[in-house]
């Protein structure tokens, strides 16, 4: 009978584990709320929960394990680098934490860190990839919020809390080598697009995403047009352009 006792141990602590999910989740949504409501920069509660709601609708597509891909979309953004004087480390400290604190198992805090370690686009020319299922729905998830009709107000909102200018026709986008030269980088919003946004289509991981991703990558296309007709005066008709009344 002891040895009994011992074989079921192992599964009752699996059970115990599955039965804290439902209120692990519940705190870790009421902790990120807290901390992140109201923010002004476009990296507010909302993006979470929107990151948060494509990821879990990815997540039955590619087979992705719900719990671990709804606690790293809700804590993705809880310390992001560029809150944090670039530590890209300040994201899976802050999870970690929390988790810990909340009482999730040890296998799911590394699940989850691990895809907030490597969520975060870099620069053009740096590779980012994910190596779980949880990893590839959440990085498509934050990226379509990047890109849309969405994407372009969050890009305006994180531009102002930056004091950075709309548009300077003189300053070339780069195509960043490094993440030290990208998060360096202190450009006019406008440039972003260019640096990051009309890049993020081709990037995608999953067939879910890359669908969504080729419709709000066009309409950021007709706004960028758009912008640069009203920039240049070109909406007034020809030879209205520059001229004074």
């Not at 507010?44 to 879990?56: K, N, P, Q, S």
């Amino acid at each position: 009978m002891p040895d009994r006792e011992a074989a079921d141990q192992p599964d009752r602590e699996a059970v115990d584990r599955i039965d804290r999910r439902p209120d692990i989740l519940r705190r870790t949504e009421a902790f990120v709320r807290g901390e992140m409501e109201g923010e002004g920069s476009g990296h507010d509660w909302w993006h979470v929960d929107r990151v948060r709601r494509m990821a879990l609708r990815l997540a039955r597509a590619e087979g992705a394990e719900p719990y671990v891909t709804e606690l790293a979309a809700l804590l993705h953004d809880i310390a992001d680098h560029k809150f944090h004087g670039g530590d890209e480390t300040a994201g899976p400290r802050a999870a970690r934490a929390w988790l810990e604190r909340a009482g999730a198992d040890g296998e799911t805090i590394g699940r989850v860190c691990e895809i907030i370690a490597g969520l975060s686009y870099k620069g053009a020319g740096v590779p980012t990839p994910m190596h779980t299922a949880e990893g590839r729905v959440v990085q498509d998830s934050d990226r379509l919020d990047a890109i849309g009709a969405i994407g372009i107000a969050r890009t305006f909102a994180y531009g102002g809390s930056r004091g950075r200018p709309l548009h300077d026709p003189d300053a070339v986008p780069e195509m960043h080598v490094s993440f030290d030269r990208y998060r360096a980088s202190t450009a006019p919003t406008i440039n972003h697009f260019h640096e990051k946004l009309l890049l993020l289509r081709d990037r995608m991981n999953t067939a879910g995403a890359r669908r969504a991703a080729a419709e709000r990558h066009r309409f950021m296309e007709e706004f960028l047009e758009r912008f640069h007709s009203e920039w240049d005066g070109a909406d007034l008709g020809p030879g209205s352009a520059g001229r004074a009344e």
